[in-house]
């Protein structure tokens, strides 16, 4: 979206996404204008085409790959229409990319670009090159993705801070303490992606034994766990489900450290910069999903025979052991938190 915004300065960008999405992008002006869509709702795709006959499209891009997807973009005129090659999609989009799987899924999505940018495909393929997309050293630390691809709006929250007070207030959180929490993240969509509750658990209560606030987060569907999580660790706040998504990344922006799984959170924390400790269970930095920012360390057992034992992750564990997630304890987890508090200030 960035650089589709320094492509096409005078374009108005329009997002189609999926319902609950919109307000993030729209908040954070990265798109001008926002078309929501339910899942399985056909009148939810109709109502978008709808809205979009009337106007002069300029350029459609689809990261998405899906037939249903591609059905809905031919609905749409369009000057130009860009998409990854399938063996099947060449009557729908005019112009197709070939889907680079050795790369992280960021540049992979920002390949689509790269017909409009000299630049953008020389950097692309020199990162490419580099095979430094997945390093990381013996501590733990992962490589940093390139400045030219960084998907951080970092500067921007910083913007925006005077919305914090009268949300802060609502929370019952003060910004001192913001300033010192480190956020902790227990949920995945994947049960097999979760790492233990015992392990958040024991990890806040050695932070708060510290004195360093603890908030435990999470989005609609993970009360319950965050609830009991929150309830184990002495004086933490739970603000699960209580936030926005943006309103959550911009409060992560002030805070010291994120503490979650192969999930959702360590991609929020990427666009706010929050250093981050992110534990893989079932999956690897391998299939592309890596956190895209720096100051990020890994928490992974390497030496077992059964991962990746899927793309992402289960709902329960193939061999029913869950050995991935249940052999990384705590102290392996708050030996990285502390290198990243130790670190100062960013």
């Given at each position: 979206?960035?650089?589709?915004?320094?492509?096409?300065?005078?374009?108005?960008?329009?997002?189609?996404?999926?319902?609950?999405?919109?307000?993030?992008?729209?908040?954070?002006?990265?798109?001008?204008?926002?078309?929501?869509?339910?899942?399985?709702?056909?009148?939810?795709?109709?109502?978008?085409?709808?809205?979009?006959?009337?106007?002069?499209?300029?350029?459609?891009?689809?990261?998405?790959?899906?037939?249903?997807?591609?059905?809905?973009?031919?609905?749409?005129?369009?000057?130009?229409?860009?998409?990854?090659?399938?063996?099947?999609?060449?009557?729908?989009?005019?112009?197709?990319?070939?889907?680079?799987?050795?790369?992280?899924?960021?540049?992979?999505?920002?390949?689509?670009?790269?017909?409009?940018?000299?630049?953008?495909?020389?950097?692309?393929?020199?990162?490419?090159?580099?095979?430094?997309?997945?390093?990381?050293?013996?501590?733990?630390?992962?490589?940093?993705?390139?400045?030219?691809?960084?998907?951080s709006l970092r500067e921007f929250y910083e913007t925006e801070k005077e919305r914090l007070a009268p949300l802060l207030t609502s929370l019952g959180l003060g910004f001192e303490n913001l300033k010192k929490a480190v956020a902790l993240f227990?949920?995945?969509?994947?049960?097999?992606?979760?790492?233990?509750?015992?392990?958040?658990?024991?990890?806040?209560?050695?932070?708060?034994?510290?004195?360093?606030?603890?908030?435990?987060?999470?989005?609609?569907?993970?009360?319950?766990?965050?609830?009991?999580?929150?309830?184990?660790?002495?004086?933490?706040?739970?603000?699960?489900?209580?936030?926005?998504?943006?309103?959550?990344?911009?409060?992560?922006?002030?805070?010291?450290?994120?503490?979650?799984?192969?999930?959702?959170?360590?991609?929020?924390?990427?666009?706010?910069?929050?250093?981050?400790?992110?534990?893989?269970?079932?999956?690897?930095?391998?299939?592309?999903?890596?956190?895209?920012?720096?100051?990020?360390?890994?928490?992974?057992?390497?030496?077992?025979?059964?991962?990746?034992?899927?793309?992402?992750?289960?709902?329960?564990?193939?061999?029913?052991?869950?050995?991935?997630?249940?052999?990384?304890?705590?102290?392996?987890?708050?030996?990285?938190?502390?290198?990243?508090?130790?670190?100062?200030?960013?």
């Amino acid at each position: 979206m960035k650089k589709m915004k320094e492509l096409w300065p005078d374009q108005k960008l329009v997002l189609v996404c999926r319902q609950g999405l919109g307000d993030f992008f729209l908040r954070t002006r990265l798109v001008d204008e926002v078309f929501e869509i339910k899942k399985g709702q056909r009148d939810s795709y109709q109502r978008v085409v709808e809205a979009l006959k009337t106007s002069s499209v300029h350029t459609l891009v689809s990261p998405h790959e899906s037939l249903r997807t591609a059905f809905f973009s031919r609905k749409i005129k369009a000057r130009q229409k860009i998409s990854f090659a399938k063996a099947w999609n060449r009557f729908f989009y005019g112009l197709r990319v070939a889907k680079n799987y050795e790369l992280p899924d960021a540049l992979r999505q920002l390949s689509l670009l790269q017909s409009f940018d000299v630049k953008l495909q020389y950097q692309i393929e020199a990162y490419a090159s580099s095979r430094q997309a997945y390093r990381v050293d013996k501590t733990g630390l992962l490589s940093a993705p390139p400045e030219w691809a960084s998907m951080s709006l970092r500067e921007f929250y910083e913007t925006e801070k005077e919305r914090l007070a009268p949300l802060l207030t609502s929370l019952g959180l003060g910004f001192e303490n913001l300033k010192k929490a480190v956020a902790l993240f227990p949920g995945s969509v994947w049960a097999t992606k979760r790492w233990t509750e015992t392990g958040y658990i024991q990890t806040g209560r050695k932070l708060a034994q510290q004195g360093i606030p603890v908030l435990v987060m999470g989005g609609p569907g993970e009360e319950d766990l965050c609830e009991r999580v929150a309830q184990a660790i002495p004086q933490a706040l739970n603000l699960c489900a209580k936030t926005s998504i943006f309103e959550s990344a911009l409060l992560l922006s002030q805070m010291v450290a994120v503490v979650g799984n192969d999930s959702a959170s360590m991609h929020l924390a990427a666009t706010s910069g929050t250093p981050s400790v992110v534990i893989f269970g079932p999956t690897i930095l391998q299939f592309g999903f890596r956190p895209w920012q720096d100051k990020v360390y890994v928490v992974e057992k390497s030496d077992l025979s059964c991962r990746p034992c899927g793309k992402h992750g289960h709902k329960a564990c193939p061999l029913r052991t869950h050995a991935c997630m249940k052999r990384l304890v705590p102290e392996e987890v708050l030996q990285k938190v502390q290198s990243l508090l130790h670190a100062g200030p960013r």
